[in-house]
């Protein structure tokens, strides 16, 4: 079963009088065990896109599962839910939580989830040694460096073992060699559970070539 299923989607978003398409018709299928990103010009709708795949937002028309889940047919809560529990979100700023340690950023979503912090502190700590930060679980971000935020945000994503990650520009606030770094972790992270679909937005061309897939969206569409 594919991780991703997406068929027809048109997202419309009214403006007054102006309805414009942030998707038109755009169809995808996309498997576990792999790292892909979505690339395409500004306006594309690569985010509106993203954003339907994490049960964000929800299409105008056309048919979303992802995990086998039907997103068009869940209520608010259970999207909430969905998100929490399926879902890894990394992004370009990071978005830590500033007054928090390293460790209590990535366990996180497991106390907001109703865990008890005797859970979520171990897997904390194991996932900051995943990362390379097992000499840094007790710093807060502003003692971090770029990459080492972002690595702190990747495993704050893993915490809840999500099914997929998605990625909006991870390496957009990142010098190159840094963001090469986070890119081959993020391949790593994708290629070490079968079931699990990393998915990036880019505009960068080499972190597009860093990927297993390359899926090109263009005027509302998925053009390959
Ligand atoms: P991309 O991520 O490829 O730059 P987006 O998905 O952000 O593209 O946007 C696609 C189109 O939909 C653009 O024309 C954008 O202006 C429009 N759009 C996106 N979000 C909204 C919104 N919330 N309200 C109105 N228009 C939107
Ligand atoms: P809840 O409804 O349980 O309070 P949310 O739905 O606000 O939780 O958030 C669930 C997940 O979705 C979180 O990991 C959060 O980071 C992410 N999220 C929420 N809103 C956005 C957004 N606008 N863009 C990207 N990620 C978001």
Redesign the pocket.
Known sequence: MPVVDAVDLV?E?R?GTET????DGASLTLDGGQFVSVV????????????IIGALDAPTSGSIRVDGVDLTALSDDAASEFRRRRVGFIFQFFNLVPTLSAWENVALPMLLDSRSLAKAKPRAVELMERVGLGHRIDHRPSELSGGQMQRVAIARSLIMEPTIVLADEPTGNLDSHTGADVLALLADVAHENPNRLVLM?THDAAAASACDRVVT?SD?RVAG
């Open positions: 997202r978003y403006m414009v398409r942030a998707l395409g010009p500004s306006g594309a709708g690569k985010s509106t896109l993203l954003h937005v969206v509302g």
